[in-house]
């Protein structure tokens, strides 16, 4: 990314979450059909109209297997009594889902049918091995292909300032219930509060290492995402920071200085991620890393969020498997997830992994 950064070329990005895969393409170089991408309009998906399938259903059934509400007591208690130790305040705790849609899916098709700010498809078994830093770590644990449709922004950059804006805070807000009343619900919730302060606090904090001149431009905005039975209520912030001239140069320090996203780790980093992969018991891989494009002149990434996976053979669900990951019978992941707090209601913060399970799709 420093040597991308240093000469001008246009290159795409995905880095998983533990960082030890992450995939470098330039945009010169994205043929063969291993990746597709829309980064806020920006976009190799020129095919649509040839791709997307005459045949997909605008209502899917996802008929989704949770995590055992046993299982997710225990890990959410775990996160609580480190907390109590004192040793985090904010947690983000996630779970995969193992879906059996009915009608079945393609993810390639998939992507051309959701709604979101940032959709990447990947399909990892073709992706060329020069692009992987470590392509035998890759191999073995990378899901087959994923589909990511992320509402949250990570970082961007304009006119020498860097932008970040961290969501959280969450409400599904069924087709028909007031978008206004269910807003006002979650802005004046005090837990969401906390935990929203707490993530802005920690990005001001992640932006000093990178810039000066730290500012909360806005504070605590509702957006309203559309999903299958009606729509997805995010709070977010805008915080933004002034870099040094030649930040191009220093591209990939830099952004591995912001790793992981704050909003889906928790405050303090290094021990809060060292809670996460106790509680959790599997890396995350690519869910909640962070995906973009540098433009030559800019950069616009998001975090990996809303995302669905065909696990590999040395993944969870993966192992049984040995055919094409694109066929539908193939086992299929939704990894979600939240922030917990101190304050946190077990039953609440389950609820909310549940609610996030759903496809924002275009309705045609």
Known sequence: MNRLGRSGTPFFFAIDFEMRFPVIVPLSRMHGGFLLFNIQGRSNDYSRHH??????????SLNPRFISRADYSRAFHL???????????LCNLTFPTLLEPDPTIRLRELYYRVHAPYRVYMNAERLPREFLQDPSAA???MPREFLLFS????????????????MKGTSLVPEGESLDRAEKTLLE??????EHITVVDLLRNDLGRVGRDIQVERFRYA??????GGRLIQISS???????????????????????????????????????AQAEGAPRGFYTGVCGIFDGYNLNSGVMIRYLERPGEKQPWGSSWNGDPGEPSAPLLFRSGGGITIYSNEADEYSELQAKVKLPLEKR
């Open 51 to 60: 791709t997307v399938s005459a045949n997909m259903s605008d209502n899917i």
């Open 79 to 89: 996160v609580q009594s480190e907390m109590k130790a004192g040793n985090s305040f």
């Open 139 to 141: 191999a073995e644990e």
């Open 151 to 166: 509402p949250e922004t990570f970082v961007q950059t304009h006119h020498g300032r860097i932008y970040t804006y961290p």
């Open 189 to 194: 919730d005090e837990k969401e509060r906390a």
């Open 223 to 228: 957006d309203a995402i559309p999903v299958n």
């Open 238 to 276: 805008r915080i933004s920071a002034l870099l040094p001239g030649d930040w191009k140069r220093r591209l990939g320090d830099m952004t591995a200085r912001l790793l992981p996203a704050g909003s889906v780790s928790g405050a303090p980093k290094r021990e809060t991620c060292r809670i996460i």
